[in-house]
């Protein structure tokens, strides 16, 4: 199985801070790599595919890139309505695998 | 708009067995993979089964083969996961997801999520 390893586990930041997540899959993954934001209580929200595509509605603040096995999402300037809980997930092969989560939190 | 709605979580026994369905729709539904994923409480996220579109594969978690079964009908835009053999470990939110932007192996969108707490 792949495993895929979120760095950091927390993060604290202010509002208008740059962020960036790191997350590294135990092998090679190419661009099969998704992002995905989740606030309590409510289903995880889809941001980016094949690691560096914005999905549809998603605010440009956040971007993705890396391909392989290294892969970071940066928010460029946090708002209110990002802090939440951000995992990334390989898409490359069965069983798909989902990194531990990184927990943003406001300073 | 895609939108996805879970039903049948509950309360069951050790050992015990539950049917969980997920009503799609606003998409058509033959032509996507769906899948299984669960969130223990307090705890990420962990991919449990998917289905193909056409030809109904199927594929599991090592964690709950032998035990779930996923089942679609394109008939009814339905996509069912039959929980047999319960454990404490099995409880968690159950979602069910579409197979996200150009057919791959992404989640997307989510449905709300129900709750199936195994416990006597």
């Known amino acids: 199985d792949i495993q895929m390893t979120q760095s950091p586990s927390s993060v604290s930041a202010s509002v208008g801070d740059r962020v960036t997540i790191t997350c590294r899959a135990s092998q090679g993954i190419s661009s099969w790599l998704a992002w995905y934001q989740q606030k309590p209580g409510k289903a995880p929200k889809f941001l980016i595919y094949a690691a560096s595509s914005l999905q549809s509605g998603v605010p440009s603040r956040f971007s993705g890139s890396g391909s392989g096995t290294d892969f970071t999402l940066t928010i460029s300037s946090l708002q209110p309505e990002d802090f939440a809980t951000y995992y990334c997930q390989q898409a490359n092969s069965f069983p798909f695998t989902f990194g531990q989560g990184t927990r943003l939190e406001i300073k | 708009e895609v939108q996805l709605l879970e039903s049948g979580g509950g309360l069951v026994q050790p050992g015990g067995s539950l049917r969980l369905s997920c009503a799609a729709s606003?998409?058509?539904?033959?032509?996507?993979?769906m899948s299984w994923v669960r969130q223990a409480p307090g705890k990420g996220l962990e991919w449990v089964s998917t289905i193909s579109g056409n030809d109904g594969s199927t594929y599991y978690a090592d964690a709950v083969k032998g035990r779930f079964t996923i089942s679609r009908d394109n008939s009814k835009n339905t996509l069912c996961l039959q929980m047999n053999s319960l454990r404490a470990e099995d409880t968690a939110v159950y979602y069910c997801?579409?197979?996200?932007?150009?057919?791959?192996?992404?989640?997307?969108?989510w449905g709300q999520g129900t709750l199936v707490t195994v416990s006597s």
């Open positions: 997801a579409k197979d996200g932007v150009g057919g791959a192996n992404w989640f997307d969108p």
């Open positions: 606003g998409f058509i539904y033959s032509n996507y993979a």
